[in-house]
């Protein structure tokens, strides 16, 4: 059956520098990916879709690449701040999500 | 105006009650879904219905069970709650073709005690 996974449970960077999480999957060839942001006590929140045609989507400071060869998505935001401190999670198209990155962005 | 509303937000019963989640959106979708998200914090499906068609319906105790009176509602029902069930549960929605991103609700926190 097919896996997804988020291979860093929490990463903590400094403001200003450059976040980067990782998604993976196995089993699976989606058509696309998805990315999402949950704050505590809150319910996830949509951020970014990318097709398997795609090789890259920009949404202001966010970043996210799709490597169906390697299976992979990496999902960066740039110019890190404290006010990006959340969980950020992968979907497949299946609607199956990863278990989440927490992130913490340090003043 | 909520896009994807869940009632109730806090709900702690005892062991062995039937307690009920209601879901209702707004937004048109024509599909709905019930995620569980532990302790761990990990989300995982439960099920979806597809125009008050179950599409996906995951391994769970059949204490659960999902009902769509119609497409704007999925309530999930908890027959014989255990303490392992104690957990949130999200209700999403989003429309299969287009763009598919789903909207979820703020969630129910289920205590059993």
């Known amino acids: 059956s097919q896996k997804i996974e988020q291979n860093s449970e929490a990463l903590n960077i400094q403001e200003g520098k450059t976040a980067t999480l990782t998604c993976n999957y196995t089993?699976?060839?989606?058509?696309?990916l998805q990315w999402y942001r949950q704050d505590p006590g809150r319910g996830p929140v949509f951020l970014l879709l990318?097709?398997?045609?795609?090789k890259e989507k920009r949404k202001e400071r966010l970043k996210v690449t799709f490597d169906t060869t390697l299976k992979q998505s990496l999902f960066h935001i740039t110019a890190s701040q404290p006010a990006d401190s959340a969980t950020y999670l992968c979907?497949?198209?299946?609607?199956?999500f990863g278990a989440g990155t927490r992130l913490t962005v340090k003043p | 105006d909520t896009a994807v509303s869940q009632t109730p937000k806090y709900l702690v019963t005892q062991m062995g009650n039937d307690k009920s989640i209601k879901c209702e959106q707004n937004?048109?979708?024509?599909?709905m879904y019930w995620y569980k998200q532990d302790s761990k914090k990990f989300l995982k499906i439960m099920f979806s219905?597809?125009?008050?068609?179950?599409?996906i319906n995951e391994t769970v105790p059949n204490r659960f069970s999902p009902k769509s009176p119609d497409k704007a509602h999925l309530n999930l029902h908890i027959n014989s709650l255990e303490l392992g069930d104690s957990a949130v549960y999200f209700c999403?929605?989003?429309?299969?073709?287009?763009?598919?991103?789903?909207?979820f609700g703020e969630g129910s926190r289920l205590t059993v005690l």
């Open positions: 937004l048109g979708h024509d599909t």
């Open positions: 990318i097709r398997e045609n795609e």
């Open positions: 219905y597809n125009n008050k068609e179950l599409i």
């Open positions: 089993n699976y060839s989606p058509a696309y």
């Open positions: 979907a497949l198209e299946d609607m199956r």
């Open positions: 999403a929605s989003n429309q299969i073709a287009g763009g598919r991103e789903l909207f």
